[in-house]
């Protein structure tokens, strides 16, 4: 039924789906970690808001570049391959940021920053989507699918909060030179993770074109792409300022909250209350900036945003699967992980290269993203979906 959850507690799963989540929890941490470090390392290295903002933001154009690449690859050749070696691209931006600032000792200029930024993003849209797209996919049987493409956006959410503490750890031990080392890390744990899977041989098919949508990009949920990477912006724009790991333990701790009250609170609520809801905390949060209670700022603020986007993204996402037609599943999962990162990383771009200037301005365009948002979703979005479902 359209009114209740995704059944997480269906009785799966063997070994290799667990392995999968992990690896995409990993995956997602190796870039996560950047957040809450690379801009303001870039900045303390001369670059001003502008140059900032494009070197965050640029890793969101990154992400489509391979997308209409993704199904020739997977059919063209093994597509656990595909996904190993897009991870290796990954960490080898990683290794190559390392190398150049740290051992040669020179830094890096700014067009080369572009440059690593867009291969970065290049390589992780193409890893996200193959795994979760394809590789989740084909381990499980169909009934468990919907479930399966849940729990593996759940890991990939939990990661927006464990990346970046597993960062800030590592920042306040040994300073940044250390952070690239971490992400590629973690890339490389993902890789080997999901060198213990075992995927079933499908034989490729025959005459399939070099550039498509399948697999990418799900052209029938363009509404609900532009609005869930508006409200993503607005995650994108708080999470860009300087934070604790107090602040990303109560953003985990939101997050936990989110998955509890999906499955007890809304599994019967009506169809819009989850993302109706989570706006209405989102705003709230944002409006706390006003209140300048350093405590509230520090505890409630983070708390009320992870579970915002927890209970927005879960209802995205079974949105974008109810939404598409058959043998649409992956290009459903695909779009709403471009809409989710492209709209953190515009976040950033907003706000180290418009916003810098005044708190003030930061929580007024937050509440005007918002207000369109809602706005759009009420009267346009949500009675458009209701007519153009599929199930």
Same mark, same amino acid.
């Given at each position: 039924?359209?009114?209740?959850?995704?059944?997480?507690?269906?009785?799966?799963?063997?070994?290799?789906?667990?392995?999968?989540?992990?690896?995409?929890?990993?995956?997602?941490?190796?870039?996560?970690?950047?957040?809450?470090?690379?801009?303001?390392?870039?900045?303390?290295?001369?670059?001003?808001?502008?140059?900032?903002?494009?070197?965050?933001?640029?890793?969101?154009?990154?992400?489509?570049?391979?997308?209409?690449?993704?199904?020739?690859?997977?059919?063209?050749?093994?597509?656990?391959?595909?996904?190993?070696?897009?991870?290796?691209?990954?960490?080898?931006?990683?290794?190559?940021?390392?190398?150049?600032?740290?051992?040669?000792?020179?830094?890096?200029?700014?067009?080369?920053?572009?440059?690593?930024?867009?291969?970065?993003?290049?390589?992780?849209?193409?890893?996200?989507?193959?795994?979760?797209?394809?590789?989740?996919?084909?381990?499980?049987?169909?009934?468990?699918?919907?479930?399966?493409?849940?729990?593996?956006?759940?890991?990939?959410?939990?990661?927006?909060?464990?990346?970046?503490?597993?960062?800030?750890?590592?920042?306040?031990?040994?300073?940044?030179?250390?952070?690239?080392?971490?992400?590629?890390?973690?890339?490389?744990?993902?890789?080997?993770?999901?060198?213990?899977?075992?995927?079933?041989?499908?034989?490729?098919?025959?005459?399939?074109? &070099?550039?498509?949508?399948?697999?990418?990009?799900?052209?029938?949920?363009?509404?609900?792409?532009?609005?869930?990477?508006?409200?993503?912006?607005?995650?994108?724009?708080?999470?860009?300022?300087?934070?604790?790991?107090?602040?990303?333990?109560?953003? &985990?701790?939101?997050?936990?909250?989110?998955?509890?009250?999906?499955?007890?609170?809304?599994?019967?609520?009506?169809?819009?209350?989850?993302?109706?809801?989570?706006?209405?905390?989102?705003?709230?949060?944002?409006?706390?900036?006003?209140?300048?209670?350093?405590?509230?700022?520090?505890?409630?603020?983070?708390?009320?945003?992870?579970?915002?986007?927890?209970?927005?993204?879960?209802?995205?996402?079974?949105?974008?699967?109810?939404?598409?037609?058959?043998?649409?599943?992956?290009?459903?999962?695909?779009?709403?992980?471009?809409?989710?990162?492209?709209?953190?990383?515009?976040?950033?771009?907003?706000?180290?290269?418009?916003?810098?200037?005044?708190?003030?301005?930061?929580?007024?365009?937050?509440?005007?993203?918002?207000?369109?948002?809602?706005?759009?979703?009420?009267?346009?979005?949500?009675?458009?979906?209701?007519?153009?479902?599929?199930?």
């Amino acid at each position: 039924m359209d009114t209740q959850n995704t059944p997480v507690h269906l009785k799966l799963w063997h070994r290799e789906f667990w392995m999968l989540a992990l690896a995409n929890l990993l995956l997602m941490m190796s870039v996560y970690a950047l957040l809450p470090t690379l801009p303001f390392y870039l900045l303390g290295r001369g670059l001003d808001g502008m140059q900032t903002g494009l070197v965050m933001g640029i890793y969101g154009a990154g992400l489509f570049a391979l997308g209409g690449f993704c199904s020739y690859y997977v059919q063209r050749y093994r597509r656990n391959h595909v996904c190993q070696y897009a991870i290796l691209g990954l960490a080898l931006c990683m290794g190559l940021a390392y190398y150049v600032e740290f051992v040669l000792g020179v830094e890096m200029e700014f067009r080369l920053l572009l440059l690593v930024r867009f291969a970065t993003g290049a390589s992780l849209g193409l890893a996200a989507m193959v795994l979760g797209s394809t590789l989740a996919i084909d381990i499980c049987e169909s009934f468990q699918r919907t479930a399966a493409n849940h729990i593996m956006a759940w890991f990939g959410r939990l990661a927006l909060a464990v990346g970046p503490l597993a960062a800030l750890f590592v920042y306040g031990s040994w300073g940044y030179r250390y952070i690239p080392v971490l992400s590629g890390l973690l890339a490389l744990a993902s890789f080997a993770l999901i060198t213990t899977v075992r995927f079933p041989f499908k034989a490729p098919s025959e005459k399939m074109p &070099l550039f498509s949508l399948d697999r990418f990009f799900l052209p029938q949920g363009l509404p609900l792409f532009a609005n869930l990477v508006l409200i993503m912006m607005v995650v994108g724009v708080l999470l860009a300022q300087l934070h604790s790991t107090t602040y990303y333990v109560m953003l &985990l701790a939101g997050l936990a909250t989110a998955v509890l009250a999906e499955r007890f609170v809304f599994a019967d609520a009506e169809l819009k209350s989850e993302v109706l809801t989570g706006l209405i905390v989102l705003a709230a949060a944002v409006l706390m900036e006003f209140t300048h209670q350093e405590r509230a700022l520090e505890y409630m603020q983070p708390a009320m945003i992870g579970f915002a986007f927890g209970i927005i993204g879960s209802r995205f996402l079974l949105f974008y699967l109810k939404l598409a037609k058959h043998c649409q599943r992956g290009t459903s999962q695909s779009s709403f992980f471009l809409a989710w990162e492209l709209g953190i990383s515009m976040g950033f771009f907003l706000k180290f290269g418009f916003l810098s200037a005044s708190q003030d301005l930061v929580s007024y365009v937050c509440l005007g993203l918002l207000a369109v948002s809602l706005v759009l979703y009420n009267f346009f979005i949500h009675p458009w979906y209701m007519k153009h479902r599929n199930r």
